[in-house]
């Protein structure tokens, strides 16, 4: 039996993309439906699942479950059916509130320059949007996600107004490294966060669990669940453990329905008068590309035949050292000041820009500090008062970089659906294909030597580089946007060049991946998208 639903906005995706248009369409009064592949998930029993876990991945406090597989950071191939030549290694999650669950909360601006970047530097793509569209947004965003920052710093995107609260202390660590570079090439600033620094609207402020990644204990790291809390209130609809399978058109090119299976088996059906895709860029592709037919037989919204493809992340150099003085990392959050002045300028013609972030977290990302630590103090043969002092001296002055490097978009990197192996609901899995270029190898490079500068001038007795880079977390591209309808899948709007009632939202719709964490930019672009819908609803 098969159950058929109406609503007026199908909302695919219950991330910060999808939970924010939910939000506020339903709170102008639209009737408004959520399907999400995944299930609700509880604090207490996700952070229990962390600490008990021995290797402690992003995913670890939400295991995938046959109904709604993703990625896993330590077992990537399980669902990623990969074809290089490199390794694509950043995730996601499939939950209630998506992967904001274990975003690290990094709320920066895009600078202008990033929207232009063909005709400012010859490389990649224009944006059909400029930063002065989206300037009124990102000052939405900010106040929607509750971001604490110093509105007084020079981040190199231009603003009008202040941040909602002020900016999360900078650490001890971070003040050695401020001091160190002081009139130098590096300025470091404090990082604007979407995680309160004071009590705010029924959340507490950030007491420096240092679990960031991959969850919160307490909820002063904003996740999508806010929003989406507040869409069911106004009276919004949440299907979770829904699977939309494919997407069902008509022959005047609409979307007429979302055809959906649960966790239980049973089937159904949503019509709606619009359809909004929120579903993060790589599952966002793989649905629209599994909705081919007799009518559309290259997949929905596939006119342009660029679904799928423009793959990005932001390659990451990842650096650490051993201080000569004590820097006490491992407190507060996982990074509160970043390098940001490196985000722009004429080298971009030849190679990727990079912004730095300087973590709080020791030697936990490249090596698995402090227990990696402790494990290798022991082997030496140290027990007792005598491993205790050495690990206390090691771990105190443990320092990371990680440079965060712009990838261009390639075609050729892609996905697609792969042609043997399939989910429990008959839908093919995802299969990459990924390439890091010459332009991002050049920014990779130059990230390694303004480590080395950097560490040098803190004064270090040993330093690392990691051999490849590592992934961001953040999935970018697969369905960009643009001006023309032969080279893009949406519109400036977010609109379908093809079915006039769907939108896309989220990062898969960037013409380019700049250098900022995607978030602000993917929640500015979604409250823009909400008053399109809410314009075209009304009409």
């Not at 709170?27 to 029993?45: N, Q």
């Not at 303004?450 to 004064?459: M, N, P």
């Not at 690392?464 to 949406?490: E, N």
């Amino acid at each position: 039996m098969t159950d058929s639903f109406t609503t007026d906005i199908a909302i695919i995706g219950s991330g910060v993309a999808g939970a924010l248009i939910a939000a506020h369409l339903a709170e102008k009064g639209l009737k408004v439906t959520i399907l999400e592949a995944g299930d609700e998930v509880d604090r207490s029993a996700a952070v229990d699942r962390y600490w008990s876990a021995a290797i402690k991945v992003p995913e670890c406090p939400y295991p995938p479950v046959p109904q709604a597989l993703h990625p896993v950071s330590d077992d990537l191939d399980s669902w990623y059916q990969q074809t290089g030549p490199d390794k694509f290694a950043s995730t996601y999650l499939k939950t209630v509130g998506g992967t904001t669950w274990h975003w690290l909360g990094t709320a920066l601006r895009l600078v202008p320059n990033d929207f232009e970047m063909r005709t400012r530097f010859g490389q990649g793509q224009d944006w059909p949007i400029k930063y002065a569209t989206l300037s009124p947004y990102y000052d939405k965003a900010e106040n929607e996600l509750g971001v604490s920052g110093d509105g007084t710093a020079d981040l190199g995107a231009p603003r009008t107004t202040g941040y909602p609260m002020p900016a999360i202390s900078q650490t001890f660590l971070d003040k050695a490294f401020t001091s160190a570079l002081e009139g130098s090439a590096y300025e470091v600033r404090s990082t604007p966060q979407a995680r309160n620094s004071k009590d705010q609207r029924d959340r507490p402020a950030c007491c420096g669990n240092a679990s960031c990644i991959p969850v919160c204990p307490v909820q002063a790291k904003y996740d999508a669940t806010v929003h989406v809390a507040r869409a069911t209130k106004a009276g919004a609809v949440l299907l979770s453990r829904t699977n939309v399978v494919a997407l069902e058109t008509d022959n005047d090119n609409r979307i007429t329905a979302a055809k959906f299976t649960r966790w239980d088996g049973s089937a159904g059906s949503l019509q709606a008068r619009y359809f909004v895709l929120a579903a993060h860029a790589i599952e966002s592709p793989r649905l629209l590309l599994n909705s081919a037919s007799e009518i559309i037989p290259n997949g929905v919204a596939n006119g342009s035949g660029q679904v799928g493809r423009n793959l990005m992340d932001h390659p990451t150099q990842l650096s650490w050292a051993l201080a000569n003085n004590p820097v006490f990392p491992f407190r507060g959050p996982l990074s509160t000041s970043g390098i940001e002045n490196l985000r722009d300028g004429d080298f971009r013609r030849l190679r990727g820009a990079f912004r730095i972030e300087i973590g709080n977290d020791g030697w936990s990302w490249p090596t698995g500090a402090p227990i990696s630590t402790a494990v290798d103090l022991a082997n030496q043969g140290l027990r007792g008062k005598d491993l205790d002092e050495a690990l206390r001296r090691q771990t105190s002055r443990q320092v990371r970089l990680a440079s965060l490097v712009e990838q261009l978009p390639d075609p050729d990197n892609r996905v697609t659906l792969d042609p043997a192996k399939r989910d429990m609901y008959g839908i093919p899995l995802p299969r990459l294909s990924y390439r890091i270029d010459s332009y991002v190898q050049a920014g990779l490079a130059a990230a390694r030597t303004a480590h080395e500068d950097i560490f040098q001038r803190l004064g270090v007795s040993e330093m690392h580089h990691s051999p490849q880079p590592k992934g961001a977390g953040h999935i970018i591209g697969t369905l960009r946007m643009g001006s023309d309808p032969k080279t893009s899948v949406v519109d400036g709007d977010l609109r379908s060049h093809d079915h006039s009632n769907l939108f896309v939202s989220g990062s898969a719709v960037f013409p380019t991946s700049a250098t900022a964490n995607p978030t602000l930019t993917i929640a500015a672009l979604a409250l823009r998208l909400a008053d399109t819908i809410q314009s075209s609803a009304q009409q």
